[in-house]
């Protein structure tokens, strides 16, 4: 019950970290995977793209393929929209660490 609670809680930081790092530059899903795990979250690709095409279907992010060494990769980008969440959600997120932290 627990795993299940902080797994809806952490989806909500995952895709705040997406939105970072899309805003960033254009990233592809393999390195997302090694960056979230950098913080801490253990994701398979199974679970990560789920979570990007939903982001992509709500306008928040949008993808680009690329041909790299022959294969073709996807690049994800931050909208104009995501853009707008992610400042929405950092205000957000600072007042309540700020109220949370002790």
Same mark, same amino acid.
């Given at each position: 019950?627990? &795993?299940?609670? $902080? !797994?809806?809680? /952490?989806? @909500? /930081?995952?895709?705040? =970290?997406?939105? =970072? +790092?899309?805003?960033?530059?254009? /990233? ?10 950098? +913080?801490?979250? %253990? ?9 990007? +095409?939903?982001?992509?279907? #709500? @306008? $928040?992010? &949008?993808?680009?393929? *690329?041909?790299?060494? @022959?294969?073709? !990769? *996807? ?5 104009? $929209? ?7 959600? !950092? !205000? #957000?997120?600072?007042?309540? /660490? *700020?109220?949370? #932290? %002790?």
């Amino acid at each position: 019950m627990q &795993e299940q609670i $902080l !797994r809806k809680f /952490f989806l @909500g /930081f995952i895709q705040i =970290h997406i939105l =970072h +790092h899309a805003k960033k530059e254009p /990233f592809y899903g393999a390195w997302m995977i090694e960056e979230l795990k950098e +913080h801490g979250y %253990d994701m398979s690709p199974g679970t990560l793209y789920p979570i990007l +095409h939903s982001m992509e279907s #709500k @306008g $928040l992010i &949008e993808k680009e393929k *690329k041909t790299i060494g @022959g294969k073709i !990769r *996807k690049y994800y980008q931050i909208t104009t $929209l995501g853009n707008q969440v992610l400042e929405e959600a !950092r !205000r #957000k997120a600072y007042e309540l /660490f *700020k109220e949370i #932290k %002790d």
